[in-house]
Structures are given as C-alpha cells and as structure tokens.
C-alpha cells in the first residue's frame, strides 16, 4: 500500500487536465477568455491563466537555475498562445521532478515575487506549490466560468481522472 501521492502522478493529473481545458477552450468563443474574475491584472480568465501558467514556469525556472523569465510580455492574444506557457514551463517542471537527485528536493530556496515578496523554501515546497497554486486557480476559473454560462462537459476530480488506478 502506498501512502504517498507523488509528485510523478500529480504532475500526471494536473497536465491531463490541463491538456482538457486547452482543448474545451480551443472549442469555445474567444471572447470566453475575458470573462471577468477578480480584480486586477487577473481580472479576466486569460489574466487568471496566464498568471497560473506564468507561476508555473517561473518556479521550473528557478527550479533548474535557468534565468528567470519576465512576467512582462508573455503572450496572451490567442489561447494557443496562453497555453504555450503551460506547455513551456511544464516541461522544464517535468525534467526538474524527473532528474532531482535527494539533495536537490531539500534545497533551500530564496527569491523575490512579483506580489507575495521574498519568499523560501525548499525545492519540494516550491513543486508542492506550483502544482497546489494551479489546482486552486483551476477552480476559481471553472466555477467562473459555469457561473456565466460556460460549463465544461467533465468532472475536474482526481478521482475522475485517468492519472491514478
């Protein structure tokens, strides 16, 4: 019996369904992308992905000590374009949770963020959060985007998913 969930098999859930939500929002009137959310630069359901996939990809960055890369000028026209982050980020988090040695998880680390200021914590603390921070902001996006007429035809539960027997 295992008593874990790891991060291989979390990274499993999180990028099939990211890969559902890419196509559903393929399928859908691009003018979904600006259905209002929050407040602030994460106003709109593309202000809200952009960042999750932008947090994403600046912790891998981090991750792998690669330079860390601007929340500036992220592209943002298309959903193609919003999802291209995703994809970029994930594969450097892939290749981090793939080939860390032991060590490498207990890493501290110390950097500067873009709204919560300096932050630390270990390499496994930072993975933990990319992927809890995506899950969390997955939701505020579904239930925005049901609450105005947008439901998705799937049931976005792990226990639903393909990635975990």
């Known amino acids: 019996m295992h008593d874990a969930l790891t991060f291989t ?16 929002f393929r399928e859908q009137d691009p003018a979904v992308l600006d259905v209002p959310i929050g407040e602030g630069s994460r106003a ?11 947090v994403e990809r600046r912790y891998a960055d981090r991750l792998l000590g690669d330079p860390v890369t601007p929340y500036e000028g992220l592209p943002d ?5 919003i999802f291209g982050i995703f994809h970029e980020g994930r594969a450097k988090l892939k290749r981090f949770v793939e080939t860390a040695k032991p060590e490498d ?3 501290r680390m110390t950097f500067q963020t873009i709204t919560a200021g300096e932050l630390s914590g270990s ?8 992927f809890l921070h995506g899950i969390r902001h997955w939701a505020q996006i579904a239930t925005a985007l049901r609450q105005a007429g947008h439901p998705q035809p799937w049931m976005h539960d792990i226990l639903m998913s393909d990635a975990l027997v």
């Open 77 to 81: 026209r298309t959903v193609d374009e």
């Open 44 to 54: 709109t359901v593309r202000g809200l992905l952009v960042h999750t996939f932008a």
């Open 105 to 107: 998880w207990e890493r």
């Open 123 to 130: 390499a496994r603390k930072v993975v933990a959060h990319a």
């Open 9 to 24: 098999e979390l990274m499993g859930y999180t990028g099939g369904e990211t890969e559902r939500w890419h196509a559903w």
